[in-house]
């Protein structure tokens, strides 16, 4: 019995001493402190331009284009910077609202003209192209994105640019969550383009007739690498 209980004792005794060897190691500890989250931001704002061509007036309020006593054979450009002021890149979305065609003051030879509405028939002759001016040099380049009017979110970079009565724009969205027009944070812009014509060959029905619609421009957040 003596012998086993010297035995236990030492198997203890030998377990103590392995144990009080694992806290002999060394070791140094470190604490991150002060961790932080910070959101960035989108900002998007807008710089009127003068127009071109038929009026070289620059639009009032937040308009691209503003022109009044316009006749068949006149055209024109209206132009509204863009601006990311954020500390994200963003993409840039773009809807046109509604086209809303008025009547106004009707004269004799419009009321004659059988081609004309009551409600109004600027738009179904006024011709718009619209692009986004990439490298902002005041025209169309290869490099600019162009709008497609027939068909929602279409885009196209190269040849002629493509018109459409204003009325065929109306409700067309452009969403560019592919990466299509992307405005870097801070110091990012691109300037939003409207050519305008009026065909010679309109008749009297437009005579004393108007338009309006509106255009939204959203920055979204882009796609990190």
């Given amino acids: 019995m003596k ?40 900002d998007l704002t807008t710089a009127q331009r003068p127009q071109s061509g038929f009026s070289n007036a620059t639009p009032s309020g937040t308009k691209i284009i503003q022109i009044n006593n316009e006749a068949p054979g006149d055209s024109g450009t209206g132009t509204i910077g863009l601006y990311n002021v954020g500390t994200l890149n963003g993409e840039l979305d773009i809807v046109f609202g509604a086209v809303a065609n008025t009547p106004g003051v009707e004269t004799e030879p419009e009321l004659a003209d059988p081609l004309n509405t009551s409600g109004g028939d600027l738009g179904s002759y006024a011709q718009m192209a619209a692009y ?9 380049n290869v490099g600019d994105v162009g709008l497609d009017p027939t068909t929602n979110h279409t885009y196209y970079t190269s040849g ?26 801070t110091t990012g812009s691109d300037d939003f383009v409207l050519n305008w014509n009026i065909p010679t060959t309109v008749g009297n029905a437009i005579q004393g007739d108007g338009l309006t619609f509106d255009v939204t421009f959203t920055l979204e957040q882009a796609t990190r690498d």
């Avoid at 035995?7 to 392995?18: C, E, F, H």
């Avoid at 001016?133 to 025209?139: A, P």
């Avoid at 009565?165 to 299509?180: A, C, E, H, I, L």
Wanted: no cysteine; aromatic share 12%; hydrophobic share 45%.
């Fill in 3 to 42: 012998k086993i209980l010297f035995s236990l004792m030492v198997v203890m005794l030998l377990i103590g001493l392995v144990g009080a060897g694992v806290v002999a190691y060394f070791y140094d500890d470190e604490t991150s402190t002060g961790n932080t989250f910070s959101a960035g931001t989108l």
């Fill in 132 to 140: 986004v001016d990439v490298d902002q040099s005041g025209g169309w």
């Fill in 160 to 185: 002629a640019l493509v018109y459409a009565t204003v009325n065929t724009w109306s409700g067309k969205s452009y969403s560019t969550g592919t990466g299509v027009v992307t405005i870097p944070a």
